[in-house]
């Protein structure tokens, strides 16, 4: 069985084990029981009731957090034309066309996201195998399939982030780093669970938030009240 420091322990020992806390209190209380030296991504982990084995319970979406992640990520984008140029003036690191899918397919993953124009799909669908695994497969519903491909440039460059349930139906997604000013997590927070608030199925049945929880890379995590999220929904 794990076991955990006493790091770790002294900073669960801050944290009240039966109680929930609102977005507001539960940012703070993590930046304070920090115990790491780096500069830690902070974290939320929603679990839903939804049963991500049917097709129409499927949670997937984005969000543009309003105070980014912290880091800009490093954008290729495939595109032919104009739309390079457009791309290029986004700030797209790497711009090509269908060259790019062999350069791909020969090992080059100098990147953390991918957007292309409808029309190059044909050819990215052949990295399927490649970028599916990694989470970089573009894609209409996420927005990184685009003919507004300098859009989406800016809009991962900005702090997009990608949510999508997992088999045990569950969400994790990053709202930021430790070193933020807490109404900038806060903000960010709110953001991402109102973005999947909106995205429950109409097949989801009973309570759809069963439980959220914020925390840092190596930190404890804190129990989020749902209450108020629940009443604002309905």
């Known amino acids: 069985m794990r076991t955990r420091g006493k790091k770790y322990a002294a900073a669960r020992a801050q944290i009240a084990p039966d109680r929930c806390y609102t977005i507001e209190e539960a940012v703070p209380l ?5 115990y790491v030296k780096f ?7 929603l679990r839903l009731g939804v049963d991500p084995k049917h097709a129409d319970q ?8 309003p105070h980014g992640l912290g880091k800009s990520k490093r954008v290729l984008a495939i595109a032919g034309g104009e739309k390079q140029k457009e ?15 062999e350069k791909i397919q020969g090992g080059f993953m100098d990147f953390d996201a991918v957007v292309a124009t409808p029309d190059m799909m044909r050819a990215v669908g052949k990295l399927g195998k490649v970028l599916g695994p990694r989470g970089l497969m573009p894609n209409p519903k996420t927005g990184t399939v685009s003919v507004e491909i300098g859009k989406a440039v800016k809009e991962i460059k900005a702090g997009k982030v990608e949510f999508r349930v997992d088999k ?3 969400i994790h997604a990053p709202v930021g780093k430790m070193s933020f000013a807490a109404n900038a997590l806060i903000g960010n927070a709110h953001a991402l669970v109102d973005s999947i608030v909106k995205a429950k199925p109409a097949a989801a049945k009973g309570k759809y938030l069963r439980s959220v929880t914020l925390s840092s890379t190596m930190g404890p995590g804190v129990r989020i009240d749902t209450t108020h999220i629940d009443a604002v929904k309905h």
């Open 58 to 65: 499927m949670v997937r979406g984005t969000v543009v957090l």
């Open 87 to 101: 791309a290029q003036d986004a700030g797209a690191d790497v711009v090509g066309g269908e060259e790019m899918v």
């Open 168 to 170: 045990t139906g569950i």
């Open 30 to 34: 993590v930046q304070k029981v920090k």
């Open 39 to 45: 500069d830690e991504t902070v974290e939320l982990s």
